[in-house]
């Protein structure tokens, strides 16, 4: 890569906040954060607090992302969002890949593959989670899951959208355990 990349921190809230929960607490991480510029900070609040969260968000240093997104661009595909409708609402990042995904909807590396580059096709950058259980890292296949979601989540992608991807690292066994991950 030519130039550094700015760090990232991203919110995800997950199937939290109503509307106006989203608008309180956005609005204080605006206060709070309105001078920052040495990082990007994104907030992904549930769907439906995307439209109001986009309002809140447009004239602040602060970005908005989506926690998913279809593979599909339009049809029939009931409960699914597509790239389109998230630009309406000024989204620029989506979260693909997370570990509830992938446990909860049995989401493969293939098809979180079909999103990003669906997400790169519409201008959106993804953030592809990738980690690993306990169970894995305690019996050495770490290394081995980490290298397979990479190359099944990234197969395809030019050298742009490689540089144009956020990959970040969400190890399954620290979330919610008190456990963290180091540096190394």
């Known amino acids: 890569m030519d130039k550094e990349r700015k760090l990232i921190i991203a919110g995800n809230w997950k199937m939290n906040k109503t509307v106006a929960e989203a608008l309180s607490l956005v609005q204080g991480v605006k206060r709070e954060l309105a001078n920052l510029k040495e990082v990007d900070v994104v907030v992904c609040p549930p769907f439906t607090a995307l439209s109001e969260v986009s309002k809140a968000v447009l004239d ?3 970005r908005l992302g989506a926690q998913n997104m279809s593979e599909h661009n339009f049809g029939a595909y009931t409960g699914e969002i597509c790239a389109g409708m998230l630009k309406e609402f000024s989204v620029r990042y989506v979260i693909l890949g997370h570990s509830e995904r992938r ?3 049995k989401e493969t590396d293939a098809l979180i593959n079909k999103k990003a580059l669906a997400a790169h096709a519409a201008s959106l950058k993804p953030i592809l989670c990738v980690g690993e259980t306990l169970v894995e890292r305690e019996s050495g296949q770490m290394e081995s899951v980490l ?3 990479i190359r099944g989540g990234l197969a395809g992608f030019s050298k742009q ?3 144009e991807t956020i990959v970040a ?3 399954v066994w620290a979330i919610g355990t008190g456990k963290t991950a180091t540096a190394q």
């Open 60 to 62: 602040s240093n602060i």
């Open 103 to 105: 446990q909860y909807q």
């Open 147 to 149: 290298s397979t979601q």
């Open 161 to 163: 959208q490689m540089e």
């Open 169 to 171: 690292y969400e190890p």
